[in-house]
């Protein structure tokens, strides 16, 4: 199989902090996730891998190419950005043409490909809208739809699924799915074991700007599940549903936010506990708010992978 | 805001063609009109448009966080900061010449007006045009240079650029607007009300003032082209 991704030696700090530490790894086709906690480095090997940044120390290639100032493989190149950045006085549609139009593509070309993206991405109905008038899921999905509409082989998105409300975060995976399906090579980073789990089995566990683990998500999820799990819910019958989890012995801690309306449970069985949490919903009339996995839960699992 | 800025000479020329009509106002719009060239043109638009357009160029990518859509292209930095520069040179030309050659023919248009004049408000609008070239070159490298250019570019062009334009032998040369003023011989002689702004001017030969010119804007664009090629930019959160 063709090596589609590359990285040897990588090494790459910003004054006295680092970014990433030896990173030595090979990428084939499909969807590749690289899992970290907030400063893992998880941005920084993207931006090396897509000519944003150089590397300190060794170096990267993609197709067996160096990247850093090699125009000729940006055009195998897709890249989804982190940042919530846009030229927002343009419409989706022409800000679409108007990256396209670096490609060499003719304006009708370019036109064809933009209307294409946007079908892609489900924007066609709002691609003559202003981007600044987009909601957070529309331009996260305009975002994507500018990393594929000129149909690369590799697929860099960092961070595509942050901060999407459950039906966008569907549109994308879908999204994601069909380039896979496609044949490419696509590299998907985030900070949440969930939305990995929805995209792809193949799993790089990076913290500290190093490579922790590498492997399929069952590998990684045994490893995780080895370590407690915090979930926050809110609900105005909070200390309903906490009497009702009480019982279970997969439960480890609860503790009570009564100024929020709000419990957290500690637990080391995950699915034991969601499943138990679905059979309360269906059975009672129980109202559920929120339901969240506090980010540093997985700093802490990082950390106990560790060994800190 | 710019457009704006940039109409503010043909307000004023319909101003006083409204006084010169009037009566109030006696002097020809030849002289009225160098007076808004050498004043208004070559002194503060050029300088300031091709100042916020110039050292906009990068900064304003990377403070909107969007220079990774460009540089992920397959098109050379180099292509980029060049294209950027023709592009902000093409909107200012405009925003240039369209103002110049309206104030010039509200001041000018009356029964002696003839076509040849016309000559006249062209070569005005290449030697402006040259200047801002030349200061949208130098404005472009200072914004692939540093990360908050506007302070160093306000410096040269409303400081060193005035100030040293008044000492005299070759002092005066290290700037741009000696080379566009010696572009304008007929008016480095003592007309208008506002000669004394120009009287230490010592010329330098109309040729070598426009290659001048080209030089200053080839260099630093090249400078600029070249940083950016290999240059890092991080974009702080």
């Known amino acids: ?64 190419e160096k990247v850093w100032n090699n125009t000729h493989i940006f055009r195998h190149l897709g890249f989804c950005p982190e940042d919530d950045a846009f030229y927002e006085d343009l419409s989706g549609f022409e800000f679409l043409c108007g990256l396209l139009s670096l490609y060499g593509y003719s304006q009708a070309e370019a036109r064809g490909r ?28 305009i975002k994507i739809a500018q990393a594929i509409a000129h149909d690369p082989d ?60 590498r492997g399929d998500i069952y590998f990684i999820r045994d490893l995780i599940d080895t370590h407690p799990h915090m979930i926050r819910i809110k609900s105005p019958q909070f200390r309903q549903l906490a009497k009702s989890m009480a019982s279970e012995d997969y439960l480890l801690k609860m503790a009570f936010e009564p100024e929020n309306q709000a419990v957290v449970f500690e637990t080391h069985d995950r699915d034991r506990f969601f499943n138990r949490l679905n059979e309360l919903l269906l059975s009672s009339p129980l109202v559920i708010d929120e339901i969240t996995s506090p980010d540093d839960n997985l700093q802490a699992v990082f950390d106990y992978l560790v060994g800190k | 805001m710019f457009f704006l800025l940039s109409s503010a000479s043909v307000l004023l020329a319909v101003i006083i063609r409204g006084y010169q009509l009037a009566g109030h106002w006696t002097e020809s719009g030849q002289i009225i009109f160098q007076n808004i060239l ?50 902000s040179l093409a909107l200012t030309s405009i925003m240039l010449v369209s103002t110049v050659l309206i104030s010039y023919l509200i001041l000018n248009i009356d029964r002696d007006f003839r076509l040849k004049d016309l000559w006249t408000v062209a070569r005005y609008s290449l030697v402006l045009w040259l200047g801002l070239a030349a200061y949208l070159s130098f404005f472009t490298f200072l914004s692939t240079w540093l990360s908050k250019p506007i302070l160093l570019g306000l410096a040269f062009g409303f400081g060193w650029e005035n ?3 008044y000492f005299p032998g070759t002092t005066q040369k290290l700037s741009v607007v000696h080379y566009l003023k010696s572009l304008l011989p007929q008016y480095t002689a003592a007309s208008g009300r506002l000669s004394f702004l120009f ?39």
């Open chain 2, 38 to 87: 050498m004043v208004f043109f070559l002194q503060f638009l050029i300088v300031i448009l091709s100042l916020f357009y110039g050292t906009s160029l990068v900064t304003e990518e990377l403070e909107g966080k969007t220079l990774p859509y460009l540089t992920s292209r397959p098109v050379s930095r180099a292509e980029i900061i060049i294209g950027k520069y023709l592009a």
């Open chain 2, 163 to 165: 100030v040293i334009q």
């Open chain 1, 154 to 213: 590799v697929l860099i998105l960092d961070e595509p699924l942050s901060g999407l409300d459950p039906l966008s975060k569907r549109r994308i995976i879908k999204v994601i799915k069909e380039f896979k399906n496609a044949g490419k090579t696509i590299v998907v980073s985030s900070h949440i074991l969930p939305e990995v789990e929805a995209l792809t089995s193949e799993i790089i566990l990076i913290h500290q700007g190093k490579i922790i683990a």
């Open chain 1, 114 to 141: 933009a209307r294409q993206a946007l079908d892609l991405v489900e924007l066609s109905d709002v691609g003559g809208r202003q981007v600044r008038s987009y909601s957070r899921g529309m331009r996260q999905r």
């Open chain 1, 1 to 64: 199989m063709r090596v589609a991704i590359e990285a040897r030696n990588l090494s790459r700090w910003y004054g006295n902090v680092l970014g990433i530490s030896e990173i030595n790894l090979e990428i084939n086709p499909g969807i590749t996730a690289l899992l970290g906690p907030n400063g893992a480095g998880k941005s920084t090997f993207m931006k090396i891998l897509t000519g944003q940044l150089k590397a300190n120390i060794g170096e990267a290639r993609i197709f067996g």
């Open chain 2, 199 to 237: 009287i230490r001017l010592e010329p330098t030969r109309d040729w070598l003032s426009v290659l001048i010119l080209i030089l200053i804007t080839a260099i630093f664009l090249a400078l600029a082209a070249l940083l950016f090629s290999f240059k890092e930019y991080l974009m702080q959160d």
